[in-house]
């Protein structure tokens, strides 16, 4: 597998598998965020089919007071696209023409739409006691009398993923095996969704990715429509397709963020932070998936940011709402986690006349720190002293700390074979994109003194690979990375001991490797933090319309090791694109019936080439890792770095506050003529 090919449009994605005698699935959504189900006539719907989904993908974990997602809806909808039956066609347009068939009664009612009413309202699922999917207690209780208290609410609305390639998948039953063709993160995790869903032993199903064209964390998870094709050829003996539509992207796919903080921060007057009491609520959607219930627990583990903050008292909640379940979009929980306390962090700067750096530098620490909340950090103030130098900060910028916490535990796999003059490699995490067999050739060459030409990395196959975890949460050359050295060190002992006559045995010689036929499969156990600093620095001005022109996007990130300067720059650059259009372009709007409002790319707010700036300015920093690699993560971190910025650099321009993302055309204008009219 090689990347050269994607870009010359060689690439083999889902939609590229065509097999004989497909059928082809189209799935009836429910029109309404609430309603009760009077009655489903015509297709497969829960009457025949309504198998519960398993948790699997980033932050899953298992939970039974947890309201599961199912198949289809039965006795009532919960949000607005959710699946209510399906058809089969033997074209996709004759599996529309069909789809119109089906009959479905509603009775719509009242949907809880905002944390805030999900707090207030009767519990939207029956047999629960509240609108509360989980809550947690973080940190150490305090009393403080500082003698300054600044609170705030603090907002990261809803963020669709809209990756390029969008959701499918082809699964086929041969009559002994369930075959499952997918784009995916990790082939792992939609085997194990699969097997618990359906109630299959392992060794019936094979998970075979594609091409992947993005994630963004949206292709970790199970969904309703993969368990639905898998029925569906169980049942046919027929290969089944479902390719997912834009629109059913926008309204069925879990959408990312969605998290509301309330924060109090304690502070001396010399702009010490003494203490930060914090509630942290997250709108979960309609169905207990995974990351949704664990999402506000693990924003706050990382409240504290870069700071050495000796009191931390979190209160974090998951609420049900009528809407699509909430799953992990870039960072998952780490951008959250930075805007809020940088926020706070800008927030005392104003009310102490400080210059932003001035108040940050003050709560860093010269020493290692474990806050309150167990979050891990090296001796930070060296290393935010030369950002502060490299990135050149100004009275005018918008300035953000922040560490990225990757997602390490419990390790990965790689598997190794030697065969032909040519060695094939697996990894337990799958690319969707981030070019792995860069950083895969790069290691082997090195390890085990071989031309790059000669390794070859295959996509994810469950029958490859025996066990593996997935790529996400900035882990793959990380944790990846790690597994892939020890297997070819295990792989170089093989090697010494020789092969056939041809082979001398005692040493290792890339020669003899090629020459042999050697299998090496490990599983890399890692248990430990590796987390690693960041700082991003933001210039920008508006222009009379409003138009926020950004000048200067800079980042200045602890990399480890850069295996590839190249890669990491470009994963820098893809991450910071995203971010600025978090900011300032993209959400997922609801009308007050709970109806998505967003029907394609361009209501969702992605930005042009236009809207992005010209240049990004990328420093980066090699403090290696204790692993043999010397890697650290690095996927996520402009995510997390950029949003706080880019808002502080508005705020700067427009003197006011911002306390929400996404900032709209209309927040800016309106700011810029109170400012004018502030100013005549």
């Not at 490859?464 to 070819?488: F, H, P, Q, Y």
């Amino acid at each position: 597998m090689s990347f050269e090919r994607l870009i010359t449009g060689k690439g083999f994605f889902l939609d590229d598998l065509k097999l004989p005698d497909t059928l082809y699935l189209h799935v009836i959504r429910s029109a309404y965020a609430r309603a009760r189900v009077e009655r489903v006539k015509g297709g497969i719907n829960a009457s025949e089919f309504n198998a519960s989904l398993t948790s699997v993908g980033e932050g899953a974990f298992t939970g039974k007071s947890f309201v599961a997602m199912h198949a289809f809806a039965s006795e009532r909808v919960n949000f607005f696209g959710e699946p209510v039956a399906a058809v089969l066609g033997r074209t996709p347009y004759e599996a529309a023409d069909l789809a119109e068939s089906v009959e479905v009664d509603y009775e719509p009612l009242k949907p809880v739409l905002t944390i805030e009413d999900a707090l207030s309202s009767e519990p939207i699922h029956s047999g629960t006691n509240s609108n509360v999917l989980s809550s947690y207690e973080l940190g150490n209780r305090f009393k403080l009398d500082s003698p300054i208290v600044l609170e705030d609410t603090l907002t990261n609305e809803r963020v669709l993923p809209n990756p390029l390639e969008t959701r499918g998948i082809v699964a086929y039953y041969d009559g002994s095996r369930l075959n499952i063709w997918i784009p995916t993160q990790s082939v792992y995790s939609i085997k194990q969704g699969l097997c618990a869903s359906l109630s299959l032993p392992p060794e019936m199903v094979r998970v075979i990715q594609l091409d992947t064209g993005g994630a963004f964390g949206t292709k970790s998870a199970l969904y309703p429509e993969y368990v639905i094709a898998a029925y569906a050829t169980l049942k046919t003996k027929k290969p089944v397709k479902w390719v997912e539509r834009r629109s059913e992207h926008l309204s069925a796919t879990f959408p990312g963020r969605g998290s509301k903080a309330r924060i109090k921060l304690y502070a001396q007057r010399s702009g010490k932070v003494q203490g930060v009491e914090a509630e942290i609520y997250t709108d979960a959607g309609a169905y207990f998936v995974g990351l949704n219930a664990f999402a506000p627990s693990f924003i706050g583990f990382q409240i504290t940011g870069v700071y050495s903050i000796r009191n931390v008292h979190v209160k974090a909640l998951a609420v049900y709402t009528n809407k699509t379940p909430l799953g992990p979009y870039r960072g998952a929980g780490r951008p959250e986690a930075a805007f809020f306390i940088e926020r706070m962090m800008d927030k005392l700067a104003d009310e102490l006349a400080l210059d932003d750096d001035k108040v940050r530098l003050l709560n860093l620490s010269h020493e290692s720190f474990t806050s309150p909340t167990g979050l891990k950090l090296e001796p930070a103030t060296r290393f935010f002293e030369g950002a502060l130098e490299t990135l050149g900060y100004s009275k005018k910028a918008g300035l953000s700390f922040f560490v990225l916490f990757p997602a390490v535990q419990p390790g990965e796999s790689a598997k190794i074979v030697v065969k032909g003059g040519r060695i094939r490699v697996w990894l337990g995490g799958n690319s969707h994109g981030q070019a792995h067999e860069v950083f895969v050739k790069s290691i082997l060459s090195k390890e085990l003194e071989v031309p790059e030409s000669v390794i070859e990395v295959e996509r994810g196959d469950t029958d490859a690979l025996s066990r593996g975890v997935g790529s996400w949460g900035s882990r793959s050359a990380l944790v990846g990375g790690a597994a892939l050295i020890e297997a070819a060190r295990k792989l170089k002992e093989k090697a010494k001991e020789g092969v056939g006559e041809t082979l001398t045995s005692g040493r290792y010689t890339p020669q003899n490797l090629l020459k042999g036929e050697f299998e090496v499969e490990v599983f890399k156990e890692l248990k430990e933090q590796f987390n690693s600093f960041g700082a991003n620095l933001v210039e920008l001005e508006v222009d009379e319309t409003g138009f926020v022109r950004i000048k200067k996007c800079a980042s200045y990130y602890d990399v480890g090791k850069a295996l590839n300067p190249w890669m990491v720059e470009s994963q820098i650059i893809g991450g910071c694109a995203q971010a600025i259009a978090q900011v300032l372009y993209e959400r997922a709007l609801y009308s007050q019936d709970g109806a998505l409002l967003v029907s394609s790319i361009a209501d969702a707010g992605v930005p042009t080439v236009e809207d992005l700036p010209q240049n990004y300015v990328i420093h980066l920093v090699e403090n290696p890792s204790p692993l043999p690699h010397g890697a650290k993560g690095v996927g996520e971190s402009a995510t997390i770095g950029v949003p706080p910025a880019l808002v502080r650099a508005l705020e700067k321009a427009l003197k006011a506050r911002f306390t929400k993302t996404p900032i709209s055309w209309e927040d800016v204008y309106r700011a810029q003529q109170k400012l004018v009219a502030s100013q005549v």
